[in-house]
């Protein structure tokens, strides 16, 4: 009988010693596990002893690796996100081109801030539908508050948002100046392939006075000057033109089509692009007169007299601006991204037509 409680004890121990030993089975869901070194497996966790890890890959089959090289453990929720071998992340930068936005939400608690060669901006999820933010230059004026609301549909792949912009001069013209941009979009497309209808309406006043001429017909008096030889001389004036103070608003409806389309889970190409449709009512003024006057046909002299301003009624005149911005986005990380985009501005205002280049560089940062 002792033989037994010896074997009995002994057995005891050993089994109690070989399940501290062993270590605690883990659930078996895929894992996406990063390194310090920005390795990554895309695993099951088998065991965890505290120490390592025992990783179920399919590509080096198990993997033991001591977790003090392990940087994060992320649980992989979509496995469609998983393209030859890699495992295309999510990050709230997703929602965003160059300038424009498109109407995924950014899910609730990914703040991000975004820093360009123009000045930073920040954004807030203050839910999975609203984020609200805030844009600036890098002398703190003017200033834009920025919100967006996102609408879901049933299809995950169809979404909806209306966003607003409101801003200010600030210091710059003693916050006199204003504008707005209120627009509505439409996405279709995933987080790393989607493309986005835009349309809204844009304002802006710079605070200063705006003046136009007064429609009508002005002639404009002389001075005769008489020198000691008898001989005389007439100067001839430019007649005075009576102004108005007209509002100084500038009102456009604005459109916008733009996407993105990721190559690897580090890179994506995306554009993006805004056209401004214009209309303005101007006035035109002729001259006729004066002391230099020539026959516009035979190039003859004219006879000198007083300079005469004719001022047409307002004529509505067309302005369209196109901006279009093609570009590169490189995902570091989760929590890091960087872009660059070749952009271009071009405008055409009553038949002249201004073509420019914007490139910019913008780098992402979640918080």
């Known amino acids: 009988m002792k033989y037994f409680f010896v074997f009995f004890f002994t057995f005891s121990f050993l089994f109690i010693g070989n399940s501290n030993a062993q270590s605690t089975p883990r659930d078996t869901s895929l894992r996406l596990v990063e390194k310090h070194d920005g390795t990554k497996y895309i695993a099951k966790i088998i065991s965890d002893d505290g120490r390592e890890l025992l990783l179920q890959t399919e590509a080096l089959g198990k993997l033991y690796l001591p977790k003090s090289e392990v940087k994060r453990i992320s649980k992989i929720e979509d ?9 295309r992340e999510e990050s709230p930068f997703t929602t965003r081109y160059a300038f424009t936005n498109n109407a995924l939400p950014i899910k609730q608690r990914n703040h991000y801030a975004m820093v360009n060669l123009f000045g930073p901006e920040i954004h807030f999820a203050v839910s999975d539908r609203l984020n609200l933010g805030i844009m ?41 100046g204003f504008g707005g941009l209120h627009w509505g979009t439409f ?28 429609p009508g017909v002005y002639v404009g ?50 554009f993006d692009s805004m056209l401004a449709l214009g209309k303005s009512n101007r006035t035109q003024v002729t001259y006729s007169g004066g002391q230099y006057n020539y026959d516009p046909i035979t190039g003859e ?22 901006y279009v911005m093609p570009g590169m986005r490189f995902q570091k990380n989760e929590n890091r991204a960087f872009q660059i985009a070749l952009a271009g501005v071009s405008v055409w205002d009553n038949g002249n037509n201004y073509t420019f280049p914007l490139p910019t560089m913008s780098w992402f940062f979640k918080f």
Do not use: H
């Open 79 to 87: 496995v469609g996100e998983i393209k030859d071998g890699e495992f």
């Open 136 to 176: 600036t230059t890098w002398i703190g004026s003017p200033l834009i508050a920025v919100g967006k609301y996102t609408i879901p549909t049933d299809n995950e792949k169809v979404n909806f948002s209306i966003g607003t912009m409101l801003g200010t001069s600030g210091y710059l013209n003693q916050f006199r």
């Open 187 to 214: 996405t279709y497309g995933d987080r790393k392939n989607n493309i986005s209808f835009s349309a809204g309406f844009g304002y802006f006043n710079s605070g200063d006075n705006a003046f136009s001429y007064e």
């Open 221 to 270: 008096d002389s001075n005769t000057f008489t020198y000691p030889d008898g001989s005389s001389y007439t100067s001839y004036n430019y007649p005075n033109i009576p102004v108005s103070e007209i509002p100084n608003l500038i009102k456009a409806p604005i459109l916008s089509v733009a996407g993105i389309f990721q190559l690897t889970n580090k890179a994506s190409l995306f």
């Open 301 to 322: 002299p004219l006879p000198s007299s007083n300079y005469v301003a004719t001022v047409t009624e307002p004529e509505q005149i067309s302005a369209v601006a196109l």
